[in-house]
């Protein structure tokens, strides 16, 4: 191997870089990253650790200028005041006080359980309707070449682009018009067709990668294309087919626009539930806090269980097979 020329090797030393070719150029890059992450991790975090440290604080402490960072008196009060609003609102205040001699009184009238059920039956509802429809469409997509093929995808891929609200007014217009205000229907139609065209892209993306050997096989198998896609393909993005539920269930679970417009209080789910609470300059704000803890628990242990589903449905059209 021939050896570098001398003026080629004197540049090079010239312009050394320090922060990339020295130990002590490592170790303050490994600092800087460090302390970035750290920055990015209490933005991030900061406003969930609010949110608790108020929900166990008293009213008195939470309007104490400057502010406590840990609460000083540790109280329920705030989980207290949600159950017995919850128990009062639901009707069950003679059961409780019957069964436990627990006499709930609260001037708050919110029935959190309500909330909760009322959500879940818009999220599930809307999360099966972007699932099914959204997986038949990309399997066609993926499978089938036809004429309009990429124009369609594109409208696909841009009407995630553009906000709900923007077609607020016409998707009133039709709501009057089909009878539907006020029920939980209509929110499982419109946020079931929100988020159809991310299933879409998220599954077109597994079954162009999906082996053709195996879709051969089954039609030596005498499979129709219905059995294929139905007993074969189905079983085998498990994964990808989580995590698009899991989408659709999070924009349903925390949409609030459509929710606040197109329900009563009667029907509210779970956001514009939570902002009834609010209540100008009388907001109990350790209420608020306890309301929202309560409400997100059931989905955080929920997506914690099945969290590896969801990373690895994300990713599985992303590598090829």
Same mark, same amino acid.
């Given at each position: 191997?021939?050896?570098?020329?001398?003026?080629? /090797?004197? =540049?090079?030393?010239?312009?050394?870089?320090?922060?990339? $070719?020295?130990? #002590?150029?490592?170790?303050?890059?490994?600092?800087?990253?460090?302390?970035?992450?750290?920055?990015?991790?209490?933005?991030?975090?900061?406003?969930?650790?609010?949110?608790?440290?108020?929900?166990?604080?008293?009213? #008195?402490?939470?309007?104490?200028?400057?502010?406590? !960072?840990?609460?000083? $008196?540790?109280?329920?009060?705030?989980? @207290?005041?949600?159950?017995?609003?919850?128990?009062?609102?639901? +009707?069950?205040?003679?059961?409780?006080?019957?069964?436990?001699?627990?006499?709930?009184?609260?001037?708050?009238?919110? $029935?959190?359980?309500?909330?909760?059920?009322?959500?879940?039956?818009?999220?599930?509802?809307?999360? /099966?309707?972007?699932?099914?429809?959204?997986? /038949? #469409?990309?399997?066609?997509?993926?499978? @089938?070449?036809?004429?309009?093929?990429?124009?369609?995808?594109?409208? &696909?891929?841009?009407?995630?682009?553009?906000?709900?609200?923007?077609?607020?007014?016409?998707?009133?217009?039709?709501?009057?018009?089909?009878?539907?205000?006020?029920?939980?229907? !209509?929110?499982?139609?419109?946020?079931?067709?929100?988020?159809?065209?991310?299933?879409?892209?998220?599954?077109?993306? &597994? &079954?162009?990668?999906?082996?053709?050997?195996?879709? =051969?096989?089954? @039609?030596?198998?005498?499979?129709?294309?219905?059995?294929?896609?139905?007993?074969?393909?189905?079983?085998?993005?498990?994964?990808?087919?989580?995590?698009?539920?899991?989408? /659709?269930?999070?924009?349903?679970?925390?949409?609030?626009?459509?929710?606040?417009?197109?329900? $009563?209080?009667?029907?509210?789910? !779970?956001?514009?539930?939570?902002?009834?609470?609010?209540?100008?300059?009388?907001?109990?704000?350790?209420?608020?806090?306890?309301?929202?803890?309560?409400?997100?628990?059931?989905?955080?242990?929920?997506?914690?269980?099945?969290?590896?589903?969801?990373?690895?449905?994300?990713?599985?059209? #992303?590598?090829? +097979?």
């Amino acid at each position: 191997m021939a050896a570098k020329d001398p003026d080629t /090797a004197a =540049e090079f030393r010239r312009n050394e870089s320090w922060l990339f $070719d020295t130990t #002590a150029g490592a170790y303050v890059r490994k600092t800087a990253v460090s302390l970035l992450t750290l920055v990015v991790f209490a933005f991030v975090l900061f406003p969930l650790y609010w949110m608790v440290v108020t929900a166990f604080k008293t009213t #008195a402490e939470i309007q104490q200028i400057p502010p406590t !960072v840990f609460p000083n $008196d540790f109280s329920l009060e705030g989980f @207290r005041l949600v159950v017995e609003s919850s128990i009062q609102a639901g +009707g069950y205040t003679s059961l409780f006080a019957n069964l436990f001699g627990w006499q709930a009184s609260s001037a708050i009238d919110i $029935d959190i359980l309500s909330l909760v059920l009322n959500s879940l039956k818009v999220a599930i509802g809307a999360g /099966a309707i972007a699932l099914v429809f959204g997986t /038949a #469409a990309s399997y066609v997509l993926s499978r @089938r070449d036809f004429a309009g093929k990429n124009a369609l995808m594109s409208i &696909f891929l841009a009407s995630l682009m553009f906000p709900g609200t923007a077609i607020m007014v016409p998707e009133w217009e039709l709501v009057s018009a089909l009878g539907l205000f006020n029920t939980h229907l !209509v929110l499982i139609f419109i946020y079931g067709a929100m988020t159809a065209p991310f299933v879409v892209w998220l599954m077109k993306g &597994f &079954f162009d990668d999906f082996p053709d050997s195996i879709i =051969e096989a089954s @039609r030596i198998d005498q499979c129709s294309s219905i059995e294929t896609f139905w007993y074969v393909i189905v079983p085998m993005a498990r994964n990808s087919l989580i995590a698009s539920f899991i989408f /659709a269930f999070l924009l349903a679970w925390n949409e609030l626009v459509f929710a606040l417009t197109l329900l $009563d209080n009667s029907r509210y789910t !779970v956001p514009p539930g939570l902002l009834t609470f609010v209540q100008g300059f009388n907001t109990q704000w350790n209420v608020v806090a306890a309301a929202s803890i309560i409400i997100s628990l059931p989905v955080l242990l929920g997506l914690a269980y099945i969290q590896r589903y969801f990373v690895q449905g994300l990713t599985g059209g #992303a590598i090829k +097979g």
